[in-house]
């Protein structure tokens, strides 16, 4: 049977173009690692890894939330701690002042200790981050979360301008942990102390006066409510940390599960896809050889 030259020629074309595109398709499976390239490949594998990819940002999003999340925890607590300290100096010096042996020029000197505390309290109430937002004005961010206002009469000059709403930040699939501290209870203590400053700087003031007295009592009073609140807050802070960590731990476990499984569905096996390509490109060869081979041959030769 006689073959047509045009008819040969196109079978031989097709037959290189086939072969070669085969040969395509493994050095670029082989390029970027990837068994499936095209959903059509592998239908089920590639829905598979389609939902292990989608897992996998959502689990880098919850770690990075964690991440920052626990970095301003750790802030927030830290900076409790500190007023923690400055309340307990506080209430130490209102102890010794309810001593009726001090003479008023030792309550004064209290005072001064006093001031430097309350204003430290103050100080550390308004901390700010690196962004300059307020950090413990609940969702209000943007306000000063202890107002004060020099005009006021003593015990009324602080007032707590925030909110306490809380800032929710999600940590995994459904689970979210609030990211900041509210300290209403703060402005009451410091309008406290302010009521004991200026009793303990009146000129003649003992702690045997019953109205000094009954200054001093309610401060000490309102200091052991005011430290109460802000260990409590440390407490939280802590079972949140734990908790944190927990989660960061079961997310990465799971994502390296995850990663496991897309090794399995995805990643090529590069000894059998060098087995193919050397297989493809002998096969190209081959039929490159041939078709020059035979195109150079005519009836003519056979006469």
Do not use: C
Request: charged fraction near 15%; hydrophobic fraction near 40%; charge should be negative.
């Amino acid at each position: 049977m006689r073959v047509a030259s045009t008819q040969y020629h196109a079978t031989m074309n097709t037959a290189l173009q086939n072969a070669n595109t085969r040969l395509a398709y493994i050095m670029q499976q082989m390029a970027n690692g990837e068994r499936v390239q095209k959903p059509s490949d592998d239908p089920i594998s590639s829905v598979r890894i389609a939902r292990l990819t989608r897992e996998e940002a959502a689990l880098d999003q919850y770690l990075s939330n964690i991440g920052a999340l626990r970095s301003r925890l750790s802030q927030n607590e830290e900076l409790l701690d500190g007023m923690s300290n400055d309340i307990l100096q506080a209430r130490d010096l209102m102890v010794w002042a309810a001593d009726g042996t001090n003479t008023s020029e030792d309550l004064t000197a209290m005072s001064s200790s006093l001031i430097a505390l309350r204003d430290s309290l103050r100080y550390s109430a308004n901390s700010i981050d690196q962004e300059g937002r307020y950090l413990f004005s609940g969702t209000a961010t943007a306000t000063e979360p202890i107002a004060y206002n020099a005009a006021a009469a003593a015990g009324a000059r602080y007032t707590f301008a925030g909110n306490t709403d809380p800032q929710r930040v999600v940590v995994g699939n459904g689970v979210t942990q609030d990211a900041n501290v509210a300290l209403p209870e703060m402005a009451t203590m410091l309008n406290q102390l302010d009521l004991a400053i200026e009793a303990l700087q009146a000129p003649g003031a003992t702690a045997n006066d019953p109205a000094v007295r009954s200054v001093l009592v309610g401060t000490l009073n309102g200091l052991d409510d005011g430290l109460d609140a802000v260990s409590a807050k440390i407490a939280r802070l802590g079972g949140a940390q734990t908790t944190l960590e927990t989660m960061e731990t079961n997310h990465t476990n799971v994502s390296l599960s995850n990663q496991q499984a897309l090794i399995t569905f995805g990643q090529l096996d590069y000894g059998d896809a060098a087995v193919k390509l050397n297989g493809f490109t002998t096969a190209v060869q081959a039929t490159q050889k041939a078709y020059a081979k035979v195109s150079t041959l005519s009836l003519f030769d056979a006469l």
